[in-house]
């Protein structure tokens, strides 16, 4: 397989509020993309490269977007981190900021789907995964432990193995992930404890030849006016990404 250095962008971001209401914008700004927006509610298609909340020393999404917030106002919901590409949900209204909080425990009516390029094959083709996991803040990494104890939280996923990809040097696969729970690193950590970290994810063992193998791919849910809504990334075309074909991807 062909591999590439990449060196994630990052961007300092302006782009004006939208004026209508409940209005998609089709056009790119700066590396953001608004994917749908209402009073309460932006959804955006974020760049890697960013960091998800407000910050000082290096450009975010809070910092670019701030200006649609009501007041000031803008916290984000769905989390990325800084080298995670894709839908992201963040709230304008301090009402919206409650509502959407408290209905990402309710698993039926917010799921949060990603796409993620581990090295090597796994042995089972779909399944859920669970593991303990601790989070070093010191260290801003997460790590699979065997007992419970203070710090330590329960994480699970569901994967699908979408396809996979060998050659002599290397093998890889696409796989579709839903999250269930909402840990540090989830994903990250959970695929390298099993010896199939994410391709590109350096932290992890991953290595650097790639950017980074996880986008965060759909997120379905209702708004604050009870609108369900699904949106997408359209980021799934490019590296690594692109190296497979998933045309189930979109059911």
Do not use: W
């Not at 203070?150 to 994967?159: D, E, M, P, Q």
């Not at 791919?217 to 692109?242: C, H, I, M, N, W």
């Amino acid at each position: 397989m062909e591999k590439m250095r990449y060196k994630a962008a990052v961007c300092s971001v302006t782009i004006s509020a939208l004026r209508a209401n409940e209005r998609k914008d089709d056009k790119m700004t700066d590396g953001i993309k608004i994917l749908y927006e209402d009073a309460d509610t932006l959804v955006i298609d974020k760049p890697a490269g960013l960091l998800s909340e407000q910050s000082e020393k290096a450009p975010s999404v809070v910092n670019a977007l701030l200006s649609h917030g009501e007041n000031g106002f803008l916290s984000p919901i769905t989390r990325l981190d800084r080298e995670v590409a894709g839908v992201m949900l963040l709230a304008k209204t301090a009402k919206g900021a409650a509502y959407y909080s408290a209905l990402m425990s309710d698993r039926e009516r917010f799921k949060k789907e990603y796409l993620a390029v581990i090295t090597g094959k796994m042995e089972e083709k779909g399944g859920e995964l669970y593991d303990l996991l601790f989070k070093d803040s010191a260290k801003n990494k997460s790590y699979v432990v065997k007992r419970m104890r203070r710090g330590v939280k329960a994480a699970s996923l569901a994967y699908e193995v979408l396809d996979e990809k060998e050659d002599a040097q290397d093998s890889l696969s696409l796989v579709r992930v839903v999250l269930h729970t909402g840990r540090t690193h989830q994903i990250r950590v959970q695929f390298s404890s099993r010896r199939h970290p994410l391709l590109g994810d350096r932290k992890y063992g991953g290595g650097d030849a790639y950017p980074m193998g996880l986008l965060s791919y759909r997120l379905s849910f209702q708004t604050v006016k009870g609108k369900p809504l699904t949106l997408v990334s359209e980021q799934a075309d490019r590296l690594p990404f692109s190296l497979f074909s998933f045309p189930d991807a979109e059911k």
